[in-house]
């Protein structure tokens, strides 16, 4: 389905260079131009405190008419982990914004500032989200928990609390590729998509039509869709594993989008779905079987459908993806992640990546719904 698609839109490409600012949003680009920049001035008329974005509304004055802007910021759980609340900006202040204009020339502009006009003090800036500590700080880190049986254990250890987020990376590439993205997987040089990964042409078309196009049509963003299987392992709000030994399974969830899970089974039943009513169904997290190898907790993926992007930066993959994961615990702060992904419906050969991901000591997964019931 997909390489029909993809030849379709290359065919009618329109190639355009464009300026990527370091920490845009890929679907914050694919909205708002980054070569328009805006200033307002004017009165805060309300402040919409929901999921995905925080929007601000402006009254700016306009020759002889006061003109309603909409400012869209970070997310309610990023700036509230900067320090601020629904609370912090209100009806009635006068604010001055420096942002950049929507593409579509509506009356929108993403907010890069917004200024207190009568006291200069910036207000829903972000931080560097420093809730998200490491668990000891700059001391040597523990060992790694274990069960009595002596596997490590994925998840927190008895009367403690903790996930994983802080990827090192959030682009899927192929080891050893040198290419640079932002952290949205844009790449900064067009010209280095055949480094990473070894595409099929229908696959490289469709995944250079995504990244011109600033990402746009990512479903995650555009329906709330899983991030499915890899990419969870990418994303800002992170995941936790709760070890359900009894019944041979794990729970894997989700910290963002609309909290997701799904189950590794590990008490080696076939690798297929629920005979009930899934079996022949291709599924966002697939049929994930895992297994021990040593201290490496070895999880096989089969059954996944093409409604997701298995990356950030678009790559694309059909039915025929077969996945291999690779978590072990080095440590009580680290957990390195390999996956090794054979599709030979989009790519040539079978291809791996990897990077790492920190514990979150003592917190539980943060609370971000997609769209907080928006229309």
């Known amino acids: 389905m997909l390489r029909s698609v993809a030849r379709s839109l290359a065919a009618g490409l329109v190639w355009t260079v464009a300026v990527i600012p370091l920490l845009a949003h890929h679907e914050i680009l694919a909205k708002f131009d980054s070569a328009k920049p805006q200033t307002l001035k004017g009165s805060v008329t309300r402040v919409d405190w929901a999921s995905p974005h925080v929007h601000v509304l402006v009254n700016v004055p306009d020759r002889a008419r006061l003109v309603n802007w909409a400012v869209e910021l970070e997310s309610p759980l990023d700036l509230e982990r900067s320090g601020w609340n629904r609370n912090s900006l209100k009806p009635g202040d006068a604010v001055t914004i420096q942002g950049i204009r929507a593409r579509d020339g509506s009356l929108q502009v993403w907010g890069n500032s917004i200024t207190l006009t009568n006291t200069g003090e910036k207000v829903l800036a972000m931080s560097a989200l420093t809730s998200l500590k490491p668990a000891a700080g700059n001391q040597p880190a523990k060992p790694t928990p274990r069960w009595p049986d002596g596997k490590p254990r994925l998840g927190a250890a008895p009367g403690e609390t903790g996930y ?10 192929e080891t050893g590729a040198v290419v640079a993205t932002d952290g949205n997987a844009l790449l900064k040089n067009i010209k280095d998509i055949d480094k990473v990964a070894p595409f099929q042409k229908w696959a490289r078309d469709l995944y250079e039509y995504r990244q011109r196009n600033f990402l746009k049509d990512d479903p995650m963003f555009l329906y709330c869709k899983p991030p499915g299987a890899v990419r969870q392992f990418q994303m800002p709000y992170g995941n936790q594993f709760l070890e359900d030994k009894a019944f041979g399974r794990i729970f894997v969830m989700a910290g963002g989008g609309n909290h997701d ?60 993806i077969h996945v291999i994961e690779r978590f072990t615990r080095t440590d009580m702060n680290t957990m390195k992640y390999e996956v090794t992904i054979d599709d030979p419906g989009a790519y040539t050969r079978s291809w791996s990546a990897s990077w790492t991901l920190q514990w979150v000591a003592g917190e539980e997964l943060p609370i971000s719904y997609c769209q907080d019931n928006r229309p």
């Open 164 to 173: 994983w987020a802080k990827p090192s990376s959030t682009s899927l590439m």
């Open 261 to 320: 899970w799904h189950f590794i089974y590990t008490d080696g039943r076939p690798q297929q779905g629920d005979l009930r009513g899934n079996d022949t169904n291709p599924l966002y997290y697939g049929n994930a079987r895992g297994r021990w190898e040593g201290d490496t907790f070895v999880v096989d993926t089969k059954g996944l459908n093409e409604k997701f992007w298995i990356s950030n930066g678009g790559l694309p993959h059909t039915e025929q």
